[in-house]
């Protein structure tokens, strides 16, 4: 499951993706993890991160320039 975020990741983006992430195996019988991605997370989405093996946390980044 991946989930894509504009800017920060707040923790209610990470407590919705682990109730979708509770619901999953229920339904399906398949083991689930979770990439929620933004630029910035907060500490508390990092300390998610750190304690859920199953919430992998990415970062993007992006350059311009203009000529």
């Given at each position: 499951?991946?989930?894509?975020?504009?800017?920060?990741?707040?923790?209610?983006?990470?407590?919705?993706?682990?109730?979708?992430?509770?619901?999953?195996?229920?339904?399906?019988?398949?083991?689930?993890?979770?990439?929620?991605?933004?630029a910035d997370?907060?500490?508390?989405?990092?300390?998610?991160?750190?304690?859920?093996?199953?919430?992998?946390?990415?970062?993007?980044?992006?350059?311009?320039?203009?000529?």
């Open positions: 499951m991946v989930e894509l975020k504009a800017g920060t990741t707040r923790p209610e983006a990470v407590a919705r993706i682990l109730g979708y992430m509770a619901d999953l195996p229920e339904e399906e019988g398949i083991a689930v993890r979770s990439y929620p991605i933004g997370p907060h500490p508390p989405v990092e300390a998610a991160a750190r304690a859920v093996p199953a919430l992998a946390l990415r970062r993007y980044a992006y350059r311009f320039t203009l000529d």
